[in-house]
């Protein structure tokens, strides 16, 4: 069984900083690309960050030069680094990551269970 298991979500005010991590447990062979999505109250799901096991990276227009993700393979751990919050970031922040099970023939979509991160005076 693969899990992913994320944390450092809260509130900070605008202008500050955040953390999130995501560690992926289990049975796990091997890991492809990795990412962060978020969705606010009323809105869809998109798209924050990805990284490949290359390590290349790709950002929303909305947090380039804000979030930084960031990966370390041997730990199966992504980060997103969250600088000049805006109260417009605020929202549940999940990460996904496409695994390899050991026993599996085939790669999967995981995701974990969210985070809320707001941002507010």
């Known amino acids: 069984q693969v899990q992913l298991v994320e944390s450092g979500g809260g509130l900070v005010q605008p202008g500050g900083s955040l953390r999130l991590s995501c560690a992926a447990s289990g049975s796990i062979f091997s890991i492809n690309a990795m990412g962060w999505y978020r969705q606010a109250p009323g809105k869809q799901r998109e798209l924050v960050a990805t990284?490949?096991?290359?390590?290349?990276?790709n950002y929303a227009d909305s947090v380039k030069g804000r979030f930084t993700i960031s990966r370390d393979n041997a730990k199966n751990t992504v980060y997103l680094q969250m600088n000049s919050l805006k109260p417009e970031d605020t929202a549940v922040y999940y990460c996904n990551a496409d695994i390899k099970a050991r026993a599996s023939y085939n790669i999967y979509r995981y995701w974990g269970q969210g985070t809320q991160v707001t941002v507010s005076s």
């Open positions: 990284t490949t096991s290359a390590s290349s990276t």
